[in-house]
C-alpha cells in the first residue's frame, strides 16, 4: 500500500461517511483504530502460544506475532477499520431451553443460518469499494476471521467494546452476539478511542463454561473449549472431554448465555443468518439419520459444511450417549456401529456403552 495526502478536516469527514455508509450497509457499527497493537499484546499471545492452549489450531502458532501487526499482515497498512454486524436470529427456539432437552440438538446460534465469511466479506468489500470511490488511490484488504488478526483486540482498541474474561468483544449497549470484520486501509483516517472494560468482578462466564475451558479471567484453553471440540478438532473428541459435551453438537454459546451484558442482545435483520432447515430445535435422531448426500445438500453455504459429515455424526453420536438411555437412540447408534469412517465408529461405540449403563 502507497500513502496518500489528504486535508485532516476532509479525513474527519470522510470517517463519519464511512460509519453512516457502514450501517447502510447493515453493520451495527465502524469504529477505527491504528495499525498496531501494545506490545504486551504480543506478550500475552506468546505466552498463550507457549502454554499449548490453541490445541491443534497450528496456524495459531505458525503465524505467531504476525497476529497483532497489522502494518506487517498488510505493508502500508494505516488504520484498521472495525465492523460489527448482529447474528442473533430472533426466530429462533430459546437457547437455554434446547440445552435442558437432552434428545434435542444444541447448534451455537451463529451457524444456524449462511456462513458469516461470505456475507461480511461480501459488505466489507462493498464498504471499502466505496471508500475508493470517494478517494480513488485508497488502497485496502478486508477480513472476517480469515486472516492471522486479533480481531478482537483491535475491535477493543477501536472502541467497539471491550474483551471479556471468556475473552470474547463485549458492547456496553448490544452484549456480544455479533460477528467482526475489518478492512486494513491506507488511509490516515481519525482514530477512534478505547472504552474500559465493564466486568467488574462478575465470573458467570468462567463459572457457566461446561467444561471449564476458561482458566483464568481473560484466558481459554481451546484444548477443553466445546467450540474447539465439535469445530476445530479434527479427530473425536476426547473420551474424558465427552460426557460433559451435553447435546451440543457443533459450538457452544454458554458463557455468552449468562453473561449480563446480553440482555442488550440486539437480534439481527440480516435474512442470510436467519434459522434454515429448523436447526434451531431438531432432534439428535433426526440429524443422525441424513445420510451424506442430506448433509451436503442442506449443510451448503452453512458454516457447519466445513467440518465434514464424519465429525458431524461422531458429535451426535457422543451426544446421543449422553441422552437419557432410549431403545431408539441404541437402535440409531447400531446402524452406523460399521460406518466406514474410524471417527464415526470410535464415537458410536463410546456412545453405546454409555447406554448400555443407563439401560
Known amino acids: 500500500m502507497s500513502e496518500i495526502s489528504c486535508k485532516n478536516e476532509n479525513y474527519r469527514d470522510l470517517a463519519g461517511q464511512i460509519k453512516r455508509w457502514a450501517q447502510d450497509l447493515g453493520f451495527a457499527e465502524a469504529r477505527i483504530t491504528r495499525a498496531e497493537l501494545p506490545p504486551e499484546a504480543e506478550q500475552q499471545?506468546?505466552?498463550?502460544l507457549a502454554a499449548a492452549y490453541h490445541g491443534e489450531m497450528d496456524y495459531m502458532a505458525r503465524h505467531g506475532a504476525l497476529r497483532v501487526r497489522p502494518a506487517e499482515l498488510v505493508p502500508g497498512t494505516l488504520r484498521v477499520i472495525s465492523l460489527r454486524m448482529h447474528y442473533w436470529p430472533e426466530s429462533a427456539a430459546d437457547a437455554e431451553q434446547v440445552l435442558t432437552r437432552p434428545q434435542q440438538a444444541y447448534i451455537s446460534r451463529y451457524a444456524l443460518g449462511r456462513d458469516y465469511h461470505k456475507v461480511l466479506r461480501n459488505r466489507l468489500q462493498k464498504l471499502a469499494e466505496q471508500i475508493s470511490a470517494a478517494v480513488p488511490a485508497h488502497q485496502f484488504r478486508v477480513f472476517t476471521d480469515s486472516a492471522p488478526l486479533a480481531e478482537v483486540a483491535l475491535a477493543a482498541q477501536a472502541g467497539q467494546g471491550w474483551?471479556?474474561?471468556h475473552t470474547l468483544l463485549l458492547n456496553k449497549k448490544q452484549g456480544s452476539l455479533f460477528f467482526l470484520g475489518e478492512i486494513l486501509t491506507n488511509l490516515p483516517l481519525p482514530e477512534d478511542e478505547a472504552e474500559d472494560g465493564h466486568c467488574g468482578r462478575c465470573t458467570r462466564c468462567i463459572d457457566a463454561c461446561p467444561t471449564g475451558a476458561i482458566v483464568a479471567p481473560y484466558t481459554v484453553d481451546a484444548r477443553r473449549c466445546i467450540s474447539y471440540l465439535t469445530i476445530e478438532l479434527k479427530g473425536a473428541i476426547p473420551e474424558p472431554m465427552r460426557p460433559l459435551i451435553g447435546n451440543r453438537i457443533y459450538g457452544c454459546d454458554d458463557c455468552q448465555l449468562v453473561c449480563?451484558?446480553?440482555r442488550f442482545v440486539v437480534p439481527s435483520r440480516e435474512a442470510d443468518f436467519a434459522v434454515r432447515h429448523g436447526l434451531d430445535?431438531?432432534?439428535?435422531l433426526a440429524l443422525f439419520a441424513w445420510h451424506e448426500q442430506d448433509f451436503q445438500q442442506r449443510m451448503a453455504g452453512s458454516p457447519i459444511y466445513r467440518i465434514g459429515y464424519a465429525k458431524w455424526l461422531s458429535n451426535i453420536a457422543?451426544?446421543?450417549?449422553n441422552a437419557p438411555y432410549s431403545a431408539e437412540v441404541v437402535q440409531a447408534l447400531q446402524g452406523r456401529a460399521d460406518d466406514a469412517a474410524d471417527i464415526v465408529r470410535e464415537s458410536v461405540a463410546w456412545a453405546l456403552q454409555q447406554q448400555q449403563q443407563k439401560a
Open 163 to 165: 474483551r471479556g474474561k
Open 45 to 48: 499471545l506468546a505466552t498463550w
Open 260 to 262: 449480563p451484558w446480553n
Open 281 to 284: 430445535d431438531v432432534s439428535l
Open 318 to 321: 457422543i451426544a446421543l450417549g
